[in-house]
């Protein structure tokens, strides 16, 4: 979402040929990560992710936050698989997973409202950070799909989150038939997008008439909102470090290997 007027105060550029930027407009905070490779996400920029979001929530300035990715095709594709192919042991894959679990996290704990654009396909992680949203919004593009299973892993670190927004049942879904699209209507129908629109206009112009009536809200009302809408995950510092952990080690068996290969020879 583009403000009018709208001047970048803070700035993360080159984050392993990607950037994660964070601007400020009357109130209103816009977090934007954008990765070459369909926005997929390297360690090092889920580290920036973490502390853009972090920063902004400890703001005062900030009453509202919109995260989003760059482009107008893929919103976010999920892990790295460069990264991934490259994992050889199991405190740097659990280091690696742990990236999803702190973005996660700080966007739990942010006590600022975030709201997510969605504009278009989101992969495994990229799922994960819309189940995170407080309130998010996409384009009939958005389709979702969990891939892990596909590649020999799971989507252990995101799962809580998307199965909070969609329920056990639909979490199932995704995890078990892993190479199958669901569409933006699928997820709106479950719950993991309040609304989808047609167009990246219709859904900005929504975004930005949202946002700022959130703006002019009270803050310490809408933090204390949010303490209750997570009621219940205050162990998510401990659980999601441990799935982290489970897939740190998945990734190293042969079958996740030949699996991450292949996939990547498609590419």
Same mark, same amino acid.
């Given at each position: ?10 700035? +993360? ?7 994660? %930027? ?6 209103? /905070?816009?977090?934007?990560? @954008?990765?070459?490779?369909?926005? /997929? ?14 920063? /902004?929530?400890? =703001? ?13 095709? %893929? @919103? ?11 994992? +050889? ?11 999803? /679990? =702190?973005?996660? =996290? ?14 278009? $396909? ?42 909070? $927004? ?12 892993? %190479? ?35 703006? =002019? ?13 997570? +009621? ?22 042969? @079958? ?6 292949? @996939?990547?020879?498609? %590419?």
């Amino acid at each position: 979402m583009v403000c009018a007027g709208e001047k970048p105060l803070i700035m +993360q550029a080159n984050v392993a040929s990607g950037t994660v %930027t964070t601007s400020v407009t009357d109130a209103i /905070a816009t977090i934007e990560f @954008f990765h070459p490779a369909h926005n /997929a996400m390297p360690g090092s920029q889920l580290s920036k992710l973490t502390e853009a979001i972090q920063t /902004a929530g400890a =703001n005062d300035s900030v009453k509202v936050i919109v995260l989003q990715s760059a482009g107008d095709q %893929t @919103f976010c594709a999920g892990a790295s698989f460069d990264e991934l192919a490259a994992i +050889q042991d199991i405190e740097t894959g659990k280091k690696f997973f742990s990236g999803f /679990a =702190n973005v996660i =996290n700080a966007m739990r704990t942010c006590p600022k409202f975030i709201i997510g654009r969605v504009q278009g $396909k989101a992969i495994g992680g990229g799922v994960g950070l819309a189940a995170a949203m407080d309130y998010c919004m996409a384009t009939h593009h958005a389709t979702i799909k969990l891939s892990e299973l596909a590649v020999g892993i799971g989507p252990f670190v995101v799962g809580p989150a998307v199965e909070r $927004k969609v329920g056990t049942s639909a979490f199932m879904q995704l995890a078990i038939n892993a %190479t199958e699209w669901q569409t933006a209507e699928w997820a709106k129908e479950k719950g993991l997008y309040n609304e989808v629109f047609s167009t990246i206009e219709q859904m900005d112009a929504y975004i930005l008439h949202l946002s700022e009536k959130l703006a =002019n809200a009270n803050p310490e009302a809408m933090r204390q909102l949010k303490q209750v809408f997570w +009621q219940g995950t205050e162990h998510w510092n401990e659980l999601l470090p441990e799935r982290a952990a489970i897939s740190g080690q998945l990734v190293l068996s042969d @079958f996740a290997k030949q699996a991450i290969q292949a @996939f990547k020879s498609k %590419t």
